[in-house]
């Protein structure tokens, strides 16, 4: 059965930190990403990660969210993470985990959100004061 499900999310203070977790399950993928959507704007690209043996762990960034935003991979909790540092209101939204069975060039699924094919539920992200 295929799963991507969300954890992590939550309400917190402006400057603080959070991570989120997307435990992964049920198919074989070379990538997985982070998205976000804010009420009312379009899903956006956050990160993505190489999932495959030959470029295990090599990330990439939307490029508003490099420096603040961290994703890494636990190949043996089949996780990966997204560690929110310095934390803005302007980052308050759902937090999506996604991949695909197909292989996918993460620049392209960062900027192409309706390529990837398998979703999770998404984890609500608050930042108020």
Same mark, same amino acid.
């Given at each position: 059965?295929?799963?991507?499900?969300?954890?992590?999310?939550?309400?917190?203070?402006?400057?603080?930190?959070? #991570?989120?977790?997307?435990?992964?399950?049920?198919?074989?993928?070379?990538?997985?990403?982070?998205? #976000?959507?804010?009420?009312?704007?379009? #899903?956006?690209?956050?990160?993505?990660?190489?999932?495959?043996?030959?470029?295990?762990?090599?990330?990439?960034?939307?490029?508003?969210?490099?420096?603040?935003?961290?994703?890494?991979?636990?190949?043996?909790?089949?996780?990966?993470?997204?560690?929110?540092?310095?934390?803005?209101?302007?980052?308050?939204?759902?937090?999506?985990?996604?991949?695909?069975?197909?292989?996918?060039?993460?620049?392209?699924?960062?900027?192409?959100? #309706?390529?990837?094919?398998?979703?999770?539920?998404?984890?609500?992200?608050?930042?108020?004061?």
């Amino acid at each position: 059965q295929v799963q991507l499900v969300e954890s992590g999310g939550g309400t917190v203070q402006p400057g603080q930190s959070l #991570r989120l977790t997307c435990e992964v399950s049920g198919f074989n993928h070379k990538g997985v990403a982070w998205f #976000r959507q804010a009420p009312g704007k379009q #899903r956006e690209g956050v990160a993505c990660i190489d999932t495959d043996e030959q470029n295990l762990g090599k990330t990439y960034y939307s490029d508003s969210m490099e420096g603040r935003f961290t994703i890494s991979w636990d190949k043996g909790k089949g996780s990966t993470y997204l560690q929110m540092i310095n934390v803005k209101p302007e980052d308050s939204a759902v937090y999506y985990c996604a991949s695909d069975r197909v292989p996918f060039p993460c620049q392209v699924a960062l900027t192409s959100f #309706r390529s990837l094919d398998l979703w999770g539920q998404g984890t609500q992200v608050t930042v108020a004061s």
